[in-house]
């Protein structure tokens, strides 16, 4: 139950179970406290309010009952009356499974609990419920806990790669909607299980804010990252550094092409996107600068900013090249957390403007469990690269037990 998490010091989230248990906690909380209301509608008056009782009828306890979901078997507190005319809505006397639409509609319901209208619309809609704005507003308070947790909870000594990158969103703040970003951290353990280390809210993409942030890692037990693969934000490799002076830095390649071609004219682009290709497709670092040499020479006089965004760079740029094919695959680009911020952005298209931070945390927290909750294996080539990492990084990895 959420009640446990919430009374916990920590919460522990390192595979698709704990996440299948959060959503079950959450689920839980929301439809008992939509039954308590239930109740209250039916005997007229809330809990302890006997000043407005006008029947003899009363509450009787709760029973449990067990309900079947996707995210696995939750059980849920059903409110009793002591005459027994009250009959659940919300769960049918005799049901005990939560239909797909109805966990989608309950986690809307949370990712959403800063906007009660749509609460109150999606409820009235399924089950024709009629509940307050207050009671909305006490079920969804208790997620920021549950998020505030996830975000202090312990993580690994040591991660292979973490990926770092930012996505932005409109948020209401002192009467003025601004720009916000939020800051994300994805890990790749020493199994290869991925897993969201954390995101957190802040005014606007910066280094100061990321070191920010790989202090946090480092005080939720964080000791070591190998590879960090970042975009082109001025300042962050000196972040990372001052926070794991050993770890090595990969600046996305795949930024640094869309940086290097947003300029170029359409009747150039094919032929310059090929070029480019030789030096970042080169088998080694010697025959990639060979590669930009021979760019420069062709395509200098008009694109000079091109070059000298590669040359200047490319110390960020080329880390990938000491590492054999599949750890290149693995950290040249950071796909991986570029794939993530797709799916968050699917979940909140429809939002335009976020009333607080806390509403937008609630959301993509809620987004992230659901999912988080398919990443349940390692990479089919993990085996081939932490073999690579145990030769590159020996003895650093010693020292954690790898």
Known sequence: ??????????????????????????????????????????????KYDYKNKETDNSRNGHS???MHTSYGDMNVAIPRDRKGDYEPQLIKKYQNTVTQDMEEKIISMYAKGMTTSDIESHLRELYGIEISDSTISRVTEKVMPLVKEWQNRPLEQIYAVVFLDAIHYHVRSEGHVVKKAVYIALGIDMEGHRDVLGMYVGENESAKFWLTI?????????????????????????????????????????????????????????????????????????????????????????????????????????????YPEPVRRL????????????????????????????????????????????????????????????????DRLEKYGY
């Open 214 to 322: 790989l202090n946090s890692l480092k005080n939720r037990g964080v000791e070591d990252i190998l590879i960090a693969c970042v975009d082109g934000l001025s300042g962050f490799p000196q972040a990372i550094e001052a926070a794991y002076p050993e770890t090595e830095v990969q600046q996305c390649i795949v930024h640094q092409i869309r940086n290097s071609t947003r300029y170029t004219s359409y009747k150039d682009l094919k032929k310059l996107m090929a070029d480019l290709k030789c030096v970042y497709a080169a088998q080694s670092e010697e025959l990639a600068l060979e590669a930009l040499e021979s760019f420069k020479a062709k395509w200098n006089d008009k694109y000079p900013k091109i070059y000298k965004s590669w040359h200047d760079h490319w110390p960020l740029l080329s880390t990938y090249f000491k």
């Open 64 to 66: 449990e009952k067990t």
């Open 331 to 394: 950290i040249y680009t950071t796909n991986s957390i570029e794939a993530f911020n797709r799916q968050l952005r699917k979940v909140t298209k429809n939002k335009g403007v976020f009333p607080s931070d806390e509403s937008l945390l609630k959301m993509l927290y809620l987004a992230t469990m659901d999912i988080t909750k398919k990443w349940t294996g390692r990479r089919q080539d993990w085996g081939v690269i932490h073999s690579q990492l145990e030769i590159y990084f020996e």
């Open 1 to 46: 139950m959420m009640k446990s998490y919430l009374n916990d010091n920590e919460i522990s989230i390192k595979d698709g179970g704990d996440v299948n248990g959060v959503m079950r906690d959450m689920m839980s909380v929301l439809l008992e406290g939509v039954l308590d209301e239930e109740l209250d509608e039916e005997l007229g008056y809330s």
